[in-house]
């Protein structure tokens, strides 16, 4: 069961969307890998593979980051798993799976990690698409 208020994933996914599309993406993002490599793409997003963020955009970028790291850890850890169950990483009978993965590999790096997910605002929003959720309601 989803847990996490779907207001609060709609107001990461409206943020990103400030930037999302004015932000080059790496041809190469270990975050697309699937869950089995969820723990390595945790310690390396903020250092390799994840969005190039120029001036203009770290505003947004901090901005961001502070939101989610506002968030207490049950939140971070369902949004880690939105972000997967939005990717195809996991379905929503695996919800619980998806969930106890994202909870193993939780460290401080969380919010980096999201961010240096390309697609994150489509994965959050099909996350919730699978809950029976929507950020136009």
């Known amino acids: 069961m989803l847990t996490i208020d779907p207001d609060k994933v709609c ?3 409206a943020n990103v969307r400030v930037f999302d599309a004015d932000i ?3 041809g190469d993002d270990p975050g697309s890998d699937m ?7 945790l310690d390396l997003a903020d250092d390799e593979g994840g969005r190039t963020v120029d001036d203009e955009h ?17 939140e971070q850890i ?3 798993a939105l972000a997967w169950l939005g990717r195809g990483s996991f379905s929503v009978d695996e919800w619980a799976d998806a ?3 994202a909870r193993r590999a939780h460290n401080e790096r969380t919010a980096e990690y999201l961010l240096g997910m ?7 929003e099909e996350g919730l698409a699978a809950f029976g959720k929507s950020c136009d309601e």
């Open 99 to 101: 969930k106890a993965e």
């Open 118 to 124: 390309p697609m994150l605002g489509d994965y959050l």
């Open 35 to 41: 869950a089995g490599d969820e723990v390595e793409a």
């Open 78 to 80: 369902e949004l880690v």
């Open 58 to 74: 770290e505003p947004y970028v901090e901005e961001l980051k502070n939101l989610i790291r506002d968030m207490n850890i049950d």
């Open 11 to 13: 107001h990461v996914v």
């Open 24 to 26: 080059p993406e790496p």
